[in-house]
């Protein structure tokens, strides 16, 4: 069964037909949301949405570790985690959908390991590529058969929030290397990588990040909600793809 963590415009994935909604307990505390269990186009699916029900969680209160630990209890086959972000580069227009190949984690004070604690041996897992590889080939994939244009590398930059950042961050990013930025990428994938659970996302360019485009002097937040709207549709319309794409 393939998981999906929504994001930002993603909080219910609307085609899909419900069989449950499980409240799951974990030992590092309540999930955003009850996962909902169900089919889409005739293949089973579990969905969380990362911010709760009603986009109530912020990114740096997200409790990453419990969704990632209630996610593995369904023994999902890969995760495919759908994020907004503003662009850094000017051929990433607002509505564009990139699938990130690497990450620079600026967050903080989140926790971002499982092995922590009086008696768990220290681990360092290997982050050197942090999606899967085979996961994100298979969302190209969908994405071409379908005629979406998708950007199939990016770097992604994790920043704190809750704040958008100042433009001069993200100049500072850019010199970086990074090519998007968002809020909510780490610790999700390394989680998922300790879990050792395949994990890849779909990244919706909501907006120019600070500074750049039609952000250079501020963000227009009314934009970005139409925006996501949009390009929603074609995200939803890739992950049936993937799902049938076995047929
Ligand atoms: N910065 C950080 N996160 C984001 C942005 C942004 O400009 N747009 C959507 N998520």
Not at 62 to 78: I, K, S
Not at 224 to 229: G, K, S, Y
Request: proline share 5%.
């Amino acid at each position: 069964m393939l998981a999906i963590i929504g994001g930002s415009g993603l909080t219910r994935f609307v085609r899909m037909e419900v069989a449950e909604r499980r409240q799951v307990a974990t030992p590092y505390g309540d999930p955003s949301a009850a996962l909902t269990f169900g089919h889409l186009c005739g293949r089973p699916l579990v969905f969380l949405a990362r911010h709760g029900d009603e986009h109530t969680i912020p990114p740096h209160q997200v409790n990453y570790r419990a969704n990632l630990w209630a996610l593995r209890m369904c023994a999902p086959v890969g995760i495919v985690a759908v994020a907004a972000v503003g662009s850094i580069r000017s051929d990433l227009r607002p509505g564009d959908l990139v699938i990130p190949h690497q990450i620079i984690d600026y967050t903080w004070a989140r926790h971002s390991t499982f092995h922590e604690g009086p008696h768990s041996a220290v681990t360092h897992v290997d982050f050197t590529e942090p999606y899967d590889f085979v996961l994100r080939r298979q969302i190209g994939a969908a994405a071409a058969a379908l005629e979406i244009r998708v950007s199939d590398e990016a770097v992604y930059a994790a920043t704190q929030g809750p704040r958008l950042e100042t433009a001069a961050e993200i100049n500072r990013l850019e010199r970086d290397g990074a090519d998007v930025v968002g809020m909510t990428g780490m610790p999700e994938a390394v989680l998922a990588r300790e879990l050792a659970i395949p994990y890849a996302a779909i990244n919706v360019v909501a907006n120019y990040a600070a500074g750049r485009g039609d952000s250079r002097e501020a963000i227009c937040m009314d934009a970005i909600h139409t925006v996501l709207e949009g390009a929603m549709q074609q995200v939803h319309a890739i992950i049936e793809k993937m799902l049938t794409s076995d047929d």
